[in-house]
């Protein structure tokens, strides 16, 4: 496992307390996304899709900082778009890590190196940088040739300045183990301290939704993957070890999408960060005011399919903490990759997909229009009164 121990200590103090105070729902990790715009356009990416008005907009120092606090997540995982856009990212990283919650921040690295002059080292702050393969796999998937060049460079030098460095590796159906494996093991080479790796979600905006996984597909892939690295023991990975064993099929889990919950440049997200179907104006309205029930996989068409980290990680380490034992042991012995599989969960009653994309625009680029009226209208000169007296008199 990649996590330090300084982070494990004060993540579990904190599920510890949450479980005393009898909470049942609470944030593991704060998904921050202060900007949508990218400096790339990757084929499986639903994020980006939006018109310029939205791309231009930026949350604030005040407000990345006021929804850390409003959350209280212990980790805070800052993504995009691309973050190293945004002018006051130096500032928002600071501002978190003197709160004392631990920050990873997402980036494509194509930027990391002009940047790093602009960051610190701390046992607070990890980059997570995008890695989706080898060169051929990586280069393909940004859509873009020379990005893996380029990141694998970026990651050498954030190391060569003692940063703590983790690649953050989406997989699609036409992953080949093989492939993934000896990327895995390559590594090491480089430095990099942890992988969190996950399958694509099915963005329904994404340019390319051919090569998105099934849950079985994906369930059949991560077994044939770690199956190449003694269970998956070969390597460093910054997630749970029953996160890990779900991905083989090992476990039957439903999402906790409010483990993971979703600050973006609209509001709070509902009801994940895979999923925009309406904003709540704050945490509390979105923890208490939100329909839960009304989705995961089995209960909504869209979620069919996902086994994204976002919305299992936190249900598998509410599960390591009701079974320490259980997850010592896979992480001991490693994950499974043979045998049955446990069952998974029926889709035969869940509600049929909405598509609320364009209206959420709609919305958005009224508001926007709105808040610009208002500032062109504030901005106006005054009509100038004794003028007008003065031109008046001077008539008469």
């Given at each position: 496992m990649a996590i330090p121990f300084l982070q494990a200590a004060r993540v579990g103090s904190y599920i510890v307390r949450q479980h005393l105070a009898g909470r049942k729902r609470y944030p593991l990790a704060l998904m921050l996304e202060p900007l949508f715009r990218c400096n790339l356009a990757c084929a499986g990416c639903g994020k980006i899709d939006y018109p310029d008005p939205i791309l231009d907009l930026r949350l604030s120092l005040a407000e990345c900082l006021q929804a850390v606090d409003e959350s209280g997540a212990p980790v805070v995982s800052i993504a995009g778009g691309e973050p190293l856009l945004h002018k006051e990212m130096p500032e928002i990283v600071k501002g978190i890590i003197a709160?004392?919650?631990?920050?990873?921040l997402c980036t494509n690295a194509l930027l990391l190196e002009k940047k790093l002059d602009q960051y610190q080292p701390s046992p607070y702050f990890v980059w997570s940088v995008h890695l989706d393969g080898d060169q051929k796999m990586h280069d393909h998937s940004v859509c873009q040739e020379g990005v893996y060049e380029r990141a694998v460079a970026a990651i050498r030098a954030a190391k060569a300045r003692g940063f703590r460095v983790n690649i953050n590796c989406t997989l699609f159906n036409d992953a080949i183990p093989d492939q993934v494996a000896n990327f895995f093991d390559s590594l090491k080479d480089i430095g990099v301290d942890g992988i969190t790796v996950s399958p694509g979600y099915a963005y329904e905006r994404a340019p390319d939704q051919q090569h998105f996984l099934t849950r079985n597909k994906?369930?059949?892939l991560f077994r044939a993957i770690f199956a190449r690295g003694r269970g998956g023991r070969n390597w460093d990975f910054s997630q749970s070890s029953l996160f890990l064993s779900f991905l083989a099929g090992n476990q039957t889990?439903?999402?906790?999408?409010w483990g993971n919950p979703c600050r973006t440049v609209f509001g709070w997200q509902r009801p994940c960060y895979l999923l925009g179907e309406g904003y709540a104006a704050s945490f509390r309205e979105l923890m208490e005011e939100t329909d839960w029930d009304s989705y995961g996989t089995g209960n909504y068409e869209k979620c069919a399919n996902c086994m994204v980290h976002s919305g299992y990680e936190a249900t598998a380490v509410a599960d390591t903490f009701k079974h320490p034992l259980k997850a010592l042991a896979v992480s001991l012995r490693g994950v499974q990759t043979s045998g049955a599989m446990a069952p998974?969960?029926?889709?035969?009653?869940?509600?049929?997909?909405?598509y609320t994309f364009n209206r959420e625009v709609s919305i958005r680029l009224d508001q926007i229009g709105h808040r610009k009226a208002g500032q062109s209208h504030a901005a106006a000169p005054a009509p100038r009164a004794n003028a007008s007296a003065g031109a008046e008199a001077g008539g008469r």
């Open positions: 709160r004392k919650r631990f920050v990873y994906t369930r059949e889990y439903h999402c906790t999408p998974d969960i029926a889709l035969d009653k869940q509600r049929p997909a909405e």
